[in-house]
């Protein structure tokens, strides 16, 4: 390891020769700030446990320091994370979570508000992942010029045509829906307090319960995107469902909340702004496991690539917001909604052009009744019968439309 750090300093130059330092941080009971010498090139932040820790990541940046301590931060450390990565972590005297990250207008500033929370919210935090934060376009870092070159042996980049299909089941000629277990693998998703219960298992099992209720109907056809723990990242599940040839896909979740009385389904369709604060701060968290990638369409030009991307994608999100609106009705009351239930995010699953997609959080892992009905084989059954249901609708409409 030694000697591949002193190659690299010696072919690109330590950090301290072209990135920015950290020059201080400033902590109060409610807030962290950042201060640097030159731009940088972003912010990250996460939850850790065990012991309670909040960690920032600056990318372009070199640690300096330490720092003062405050309100629920009891000490600063700094470090270098990798010769490109300053790394802050806030080690914190009682459960605390971050929120509202943003840059100075200036560029060389960067501020978290930190907010007291209780175990369940802390433990939800954790589970969260990575919130990314970038600064104004005219103050990000540029990469440093290198003073010569390095070529290392990378795996294979996994290509959409090497992804191992699932089987479909159902009669020929019938219409394709696929069902998207979300997390799986090292991704638990959401961690209930009642029990420790992972999301990942409970997507997975009303997934197989929604599939099972539409073969049993034999009107559709359905694949799961995995019907086994397994990762998947999030460009993989959708373009699953899109080289199947898919007329619908489902992306099933359960969310949590610092309240433990949020309770009840909610159902996202795709808006390149969130609806919501908490709309985009749950899109924030999904997205953290993956990049999306460019739409391809063949040999034409970029504009005429953006017209028909755009042209399509309205289409596609008009469909999808009525199956939304269906799935409400339908469902019930075998899937208890919140009142405010359709709403709009950025969720990386739902950015197929041209497949209707919604993405489908069950209920709340942080409350009690939701926990007791996702994990239930009757909670599963009856979910799995509204939203087969529904589906069924969706595409009996879309027939007698068409002719």
Known sequence: MSLVLAM????????????TAIEGISVTPERITVAFDDYVENATAFVLDNPRRIAIDIGGARAGQGGAAAGPVRSVRQGQYDPQTARIVLDLARPATFANGSFGSD???FTLDIRPASNVAFASAASSGRANFLPPMAFRARPPRGRGGLTVRLPRATRSNDLELPTVSGPRGRPLVVIDAGHGGHDPGAISPYGNRREKDATLAIARAIRDELIESGRV????????????VLRERYEIARRLGAELFISVHVDSA???EAHGATVYT?????????????????????VINGVDLGGEGQDVRSILIDLTQRETMNISARFANLLRREARPAVPFRSDAHRFAGFAVLKAPDMPSVLLETGYLTN??????????????QMADGIARAIEVHFARRVTATR
């Open 368 to 381: 009690q009744d939701d926990t007791r009905r996702v994990f239930s084989r009757e909670g599963q059954t």
């Open 8 to 19: 690299m300093a010696l072919i690109f130059g330590s950090p301290s020769a072209w990135a």
């Open 221 to 232: 056809r359905v694949a799961l995107t995995r019907d086994d723990d397994r990762f998947l």
């Open 270 to 290: 795709l808006s390149e702004v969130a609806s919501d604060r908490e709309s985009a701060r749950l899109a924030r968290r999904e997205n953290a496991s993956d």
């Open 258 to 260: 610092e309240n433990r």
């Open 107 to 109: 560029g060389r500033s």
